[in-house]
């Protein structure tokens, strides 16, 4: 009897031992993978983008066949001690080179502060003759309306990647002129201005704006 109970317990021993077994083996016999991802790096896009001024917008002499500015002393109509603007004179605004080579698209915007001081007739009212043209429309600014004409979205340049950059000068462009003659009216009008000219200025600022665009 002792011996039968023996050999049952024996059995069961063996039983078990031979289940964890089966579990120990089941759980070291799994299927594992591993994997690694690609290393990869990135740099951030270049920008850089930076302008110079490119010409002036007022001289002290001016030639007598374009009434353009020159540092010529001779075939001149004006000649003055500073930069200076008379009727029959003309000019354009300093337009913007640009530097850099940006990966990026980007577009540029212009906006532009004008002041007017003095510019009265001997009536005290508003004269201004300068007339202002942005290139590419005959239409006719004042010194009270060029500002916000500069500033439209319409003169908007746009540059895409891979165009030249560096280096290039942006093709929007403001003109100024100073009619030589209009009227009998107004050449008195101007001979006011001309005999009262410490009193009268004009301040033109041309900015040039580049963003990134999408």
């Not at 007739?121 to 009270?144: H, R």
């Not at 929007?172 to 009262?196: M, Q």
Request: net charge negative; hydrophobic share 40%.
């Amino acid at each position: 009897m002792k011996k039968n109970r023996t050999m049952r317990i024996a059995a069961v021993m063996l039983v078990f031992a031979l289940l964890t077994t089966c579990i120990i083996s089941g759980s070291f016999a799994k299927y594992t993978t591993g994997g690694t991802a690609g290393k990869d790096e990135a740099r951030v896009a270049i920008w850089g983008v930076t302008f110079t001024t490119d010409g002036e917008a007022f001289y002290k002499n001016y030639l007598k066949d374009t009434n353009t500015g020159t540092d010529e002393t001779s075939g001149i109509s004006v000649k003055a001690a500073v930069e200076a603007v008379a009727p029959g004179t003309k000019g354009t605004l300093a337009k913007f080179i640009m530097h850099g080579t940006p990966e990026v698209s980007f577009e540029v915007t212009y906006s532009a502060t004008v002041t007017a001081i003095g510019w009265k007739d001997a009536e005290n009212n508003a004269y201004c003759p300068l007339v202002f043209k942005i290139k590419g429309s005959d239409t006719e600014y004042t010194v009270d309306t060029i500002a916000a004409a500069i500033a439209s979205t319409a003169n908007k340049q746009v540059f895409n990647v891979g165009d030249t950059v560096d280096g290039t000068t942006t093709t929007f462009e403001v003109t100024w002129e100073w009619p030589f003659s209009t009227t009998s009216d107004n050449d008195i009008k101007d001979t006011y201005l001309g005999d009262h000219a410490t009193d009268n200025k004009v301040e033109i600022t041309l900015n040039a704006t580049a963003t990134q665009i999408d």
